[in-house]
């Protein structure tokens, strides 16, 4: 018999009511990311995710954070469903994706408000009730039981809490990056995009470093709040809890603010290269339509003719621009690149014949053209999208050829290729979502490159939120190893983004949109010659030092555990 504890049980309730709170949360914290771009909203919720999943029971912790992780990425993926693909395939696309990477956050709520708390920090769930103890069941108790536990425990061991559950969030999205297949789409970080100075701490730790200050911050600031809530009187505690968190904030925005200010400025113009971006805004099932490839190469040829009157030094095409090449076409391009004294990079299929087994090598490739006609240089996708360009595990799982539309799988690259451009310009191609990969983009300290390139086509989306969210994501590259970066797409987003991650100019059609035909010329001036950042130095040495501390305190908590 307990007698004492049935004075904090709450009534009776169901677990809708309980699910309803979960899924809110995932939904507050999509606000945050186009097309809400609330950001305010990042640094609320990974606080609250981490006190409704706060729980003696390791499964309900986990549960807790898995949907609100799920409602987060259904409410993100959305565009998944505009595939033209039969309905069912990306509704099962859509509902797959998310409860897999809702999964991830589920581990994170279950490491963070279960593993942490009682295996590490021996935070146990106890609350003294008229001079006597007792075991709080916190998933049975009301919500300021939670609130006040967290405010009896030690203002030191709730920072130190707040310090790992933000590491071990940072780990989580690295490992996101690199399980299986890779999808590093929209880290916490990115939500932040707009706040320049803040984002300035990718130049050292990736984007990890942004969502590690906000997940610190937000779980900081809650722990703050339930020693006031709960006692007024505790403010030196709450003190001690916010000082870090506002130290750490205030000195990166403050160093933020003055890299920016003091970004190397440009110098003579005979240094700069102007470039032409065509986005043509093919639609997909068009793309797909071989009788549709005459439209397609008038289309890009009339923009890209109008572009040249401007005298470019490059063209730049989107990824998949050429259906195939059909000899009188590609006749005339090198007839214009010649013409008009002018590079050309565009994206198209590459087939590489005589192999043994007398099957071809397809690979999604970009092209440098020189303004001689001559293909200068080729680079090949290394990161292939599943189920869109091949298909994960065809020779375990044969069926999956009958049952998944895509004809053919490609070939992965192999390397990164420089492309030299008017012996003046070195720039680093990246192809469709291979922008979002941090270390595909990271350019080693000893290569000159003066600018990114990024190639795409998200028509597979319609007009959606991937375009933003996939420009978002892409543009911490920049900060990363500071040098500007240059997006290139079918229907949106082509951009100019500088070396402090902001977006100087973006291509809108005579509508006004984001998504129509168009050219954006960009004039790319060679900057002063800096020092490598951190991060083009070291890579994810702070991502890979999360990992560790999260894997540390697995081992201690197995190793407590065992002794007790």
Known sequence: ???????????????????????????LL???FPPGEIWATAWLVPGLILLVAFSTSAFKTFCAAAVSGTAFWLCILYWLLHMPVPKILSALAWCSLSIVLGILIGLWGWFSGYWIPRKVLSISPSLTINGAKNDVPLEKTEFRHKLQLINSRDPIKLTLWAFLT????SAIESLRTHLLWGFPWIPLGSSQYKMIPLI??????????VSFIIVYTSVSVLFAICKI???????????????????LLTTLCTWGYYKTAHTPTTYTSSNQLKIALIQPAIPQLVIWDPTMTPMRQKQLMDLTIEAARNKPDLIIWPEASLPEFTEDFFSALIDFVHTNNVWLIFGADEVELGYPDNKPRVYNAAFLMDPSGKISSIYRKRRLVPFGEFIPLEQQLPFLKKVIPVPGSLTP?????VFRIKTTHNTNPLICFEDTFPDLARIPPDEKIDFLLNITNDGWFGESAAHWQHMITALF???ENGVPLVRCANNGISCYISPTGKPIALLRDHRGSY??????????DKTLPIKPTFYRRFGDVFANACAVIGIMCGVTGILRKTTQ
């Open 200 to 209: 300035q701490i990718s130049s050292i730790t990736g984007c990890y470093g």
């Open 477 to 479: 590259r920049a900060v």
């Open 515 to 524: 998504y129509g035909p168009g050219i954006l010329h960009v004039t790319l």
């Open 30 to 32: 999509a606000l945050a």
């Open 229 to 247: 809530v709960i006692k007024p009187t505790q403010l030196n505690g709450a003190m001690v809890i916010l000082a870090p968190a506002a130290i």
């Open 413 to 417: 690259g192999s390397h990164p290729v």
């Open 166 to 169: 933000a590491t071990s969030w």
């Open 1 to 27: 018999m307990r007698p004492r504890f049935q004075q904090l049980e709450s009534p009776p309730r169901t677990l809708i009511p309980l699910i309803l709170t979960w899924v809110c949360l995932g939904v």
